[in-house]
Each structure stands twice: as C-alpha cells, then as structure tokens.
C-alpha cells in the first residue's frame, strides 16, 4: 500500500484540511497499480486463449485466484447475517459475470476495443451516483475519450464481440458496488476471498465444458497462474482498499484509465500498434480521471473545518 505523508503538512502547508485530502491519494494509487496489473493480466491471458478457450482461462483465473485468496487470507465463515452473505453472492456473481463476459469479447475483438467498451459501465455509474456537477463534465470528458479511441469504428468490429464487451461493463458496474459494499462488511480481504470462490464455483462448468482436461496441463496452469495473480488478486485486493475510502463514483471515472493501460499492454505484450489518435484518447481519459481526484481532493478539503 502506498505510503502516505503525515496528515497536516502539504506542500509544505500546515493544517488538517489538506492532510485528509492528501489521504485521498493513497486510494487512488491502488487503483491505477491495480489497473496497471489487470490490463497486463488480461494480455498474457489473450496468449492463453489458444490453449485453454475463453471460458476455460476464466475458470482458470478465478479457480487458481480463489485458492491463494482462501489460503491467504482463510477467512471465517461465522458470524456474518444473511445481508452479509447476501453481499457476497451478489460480489461474486457480478466477478464472474464480468470476466466470463469480458474474455468472450476479448477472443473477438481487439483488446483495447474490448476494455475501451467496457469502461462505459463505470462510467454510467458515476454519472448516475454523481452528486457534484464536476463529476458530470469529467466523465463526459472521459466518454469522449473512449468514444475517439474507438476511432468511431465499432460498426467495423464484430457485433457479438461488442455486445459482450457492453455487457461485461454492466457487470463492472456491479462488481463496484457491491465490492464497495463487501470492504464495508468484512474485514481486510475476507470477503474478496469468499466472493472469489462463489464466483469460481459459477465458471467451473463453463470452463470444463470448453476445456476438459486441457485445463490440467502444467503449462497451462502456470500461465493461468500468472493471469490469476495479475488480474484478480492483485488488482481486486487493491481495489477492495482503495473503495473502503474513494466514493465509488470517483472510483468509476478513474477506472476510464483501463482503455488507455489495455492500449499500452496491447502494444508491448501483443504488439499492437498505437495512433496518433489512441494517443490523444488516452491524454483525454487520463485528464478526465485527474480531474475526477482533483474534484474530490478540493472537495475533501471544503468538507473539512
């Protein structure tokens, strides 16, 4: 977890305001490393594709990442209510929904068009949990990032492709609020890892069904290994941190730097080439995702007598 400064001194300034508001920083670390170490996950799996199938590198990720969060973390199974497990479910439906989703887009279009499509998820999400204007601007500034890294060309992608990339952003949506909710009601990664295993338990079929016993090759699973490590336990456990203090509509505008990282992993792990015009998307939605924490650090600090 980043290392934050003490909290009254920023800048070389004195006072409690701006040092909640430099707390808000920490949070937003995590999520740009977690979204550094998802896109670069999602790329090493497109390379897996080719020997395990789309749903079985899904059933892959989630089973191997369940079991190292389950070991990790063993987390307890008692004293939690109905809401609790409720919140779980809902976690870990929204987590395989989303990936399962999310690689049947990814194995027919591109990478950074897949991402660049799902991302439209979070950012409905922050428009609608939004209750500061600024937010409004920063994720249309966002959405027309994403709208030029398409290129205005979807129409030329595979429209099955497309759908589930849309929908896979539903599911984003989803896996923030109710990650949001499971940091709130269990302690440190508990709920992660119990979510986790729900949502491995769901892929499991899909993925012997496309895979069999391809899914036991040794090579296979380290390689899933790697993808699970990268695109799930990291990435989610950094995420849970970051929203038990980040507001998630904050949170789902800068989640509109996923089509600009997919862009940068595309480039040096599949070799897909960047425009001039990927270029000035990406300058776009990273303004936007600045602008989003820069809105919130100044509102941290009104907030604070």
Known sequence: MAVEPPSGVVDGAPGPGRGKAVRHLGPVALVVAGGLSVQFGSAVAVLLMPRAGALGVVTLRLVLA??????????????????????????????????????????????GAAVTLEVLGPLILSVVASRRAANLLWAGLALGGVVLLSGGGFDRLD?????????????????????????????????????????????????????????LVPSTVLLGLGVALLSSVLPYTLELIALRRLPAPTFAILMSLEPAIAAAAGFLVLSQALSVTDALAIALVIGASMGAVRTQVRAARRDTP
């Open 66 to 111: 369940a079991l190292v969060l389950l070991i990790v973390c063993r987390p307890k199974v008692r004293g939690y209510g109905r809401a609790d497990w409720g919140t779980v479910v809902a976690f870990g439906t929204a987590m395989a929904g989303m990936n399962i989703l999310f690689y049947q887009a990814a194995d027919r279009i591109p990478l």
């Open 159 to 215: 429209p099955v492709g497309c759908a589930f990339a849309l929908a896979a952003g539903a599911m984003w949506a989803a896996y923030i609020v109710f990650s949001a909710r499971t940091g709130r009601r269990f302690p440190q990664a508990d709920g992660l890892a119990l979510a986790m295993a729900f949502g491995a338990v769901l892929s499991l079929p899909f993925g012997i069904a496309e895979a069999g016993d391809k899914l």
